[in-house]
């Protein structure tokens, strides 16, 4: 069964893959048949849940999510990213894949404000730095997305100055491609929550500063 698992989220993968693809190539029309093959194999393989374990249920229901996303979907992203993430936190994962990106995704559909999330920013935060002192762990401290996670969560936590530390890390590691992507993300989170009136948007503001100063150092 964990082979057929397997098989199948390769298969996704591929199809993601293509999507983004021909997104890049502006043909929307073929990505959204792509992503839409690849959400259904997802969706084929809900019913067969109870037949693999916590880690891989988590991973279907963030790859689900991304799928979801990519379609225009929100609404079923966040509750797909939640269910995820209720998984890595009562199974005690060490992925924060689900719960980094539900906390993203209730912001910027303004379901919460950043104040209301800091408990689960906080849990992330432990899981993470517990990976990087894990000496079994022996890929943690090369995951350039690991660090930016932890400048996302810092700077979401209002803790600039720990933000900045890193994301230098986490630039150290990525290319420019990457920075981008998190740089943009952090503009949006920002949009959404001044749009918000949030009254800890500020908090975003200088998180990408802090990211600024540690591409530029």
Known sequence: MKEDL?????????LRKEGDGMMKLKRDEIAREKWTQALGKAESLIPRLHEFDAKDRAELYGVRAGLFKRLGDDTNALESYKTGARIETEK?????????????????????????????LVEIFTVLVARLADPK???ASSDGWLWAD???????????????KYYRAFVQIAGGNETRITRDALNLLLKRATDANDPD????????????????S
């Open 92 to 120: 005690g994962l060490k992925s924060t894949y689900n719960r980094m990106n539900e906390i993203r995704a209730a912001l910027l559909l303004n379901t919460a404000a950043i104040k209301d999330l800091e408990p689960g």
């Open 150 to 164: 932890l400048g996302d969560v810092s700077t979401l936590l209002g803790k600039s100055a720990d933000a900045e």
């Open 201 to 216: 948007a500020n908090r975003i503001s200088a998180g990408l500063d802090a990211l600024a100063k540690a591409t530029n």
């Open 137 to 139: 762990d022996t890929e």
């Open 6 to 14: 397997q098989t199948t989220l390769r298969a996704i993968a591929s």
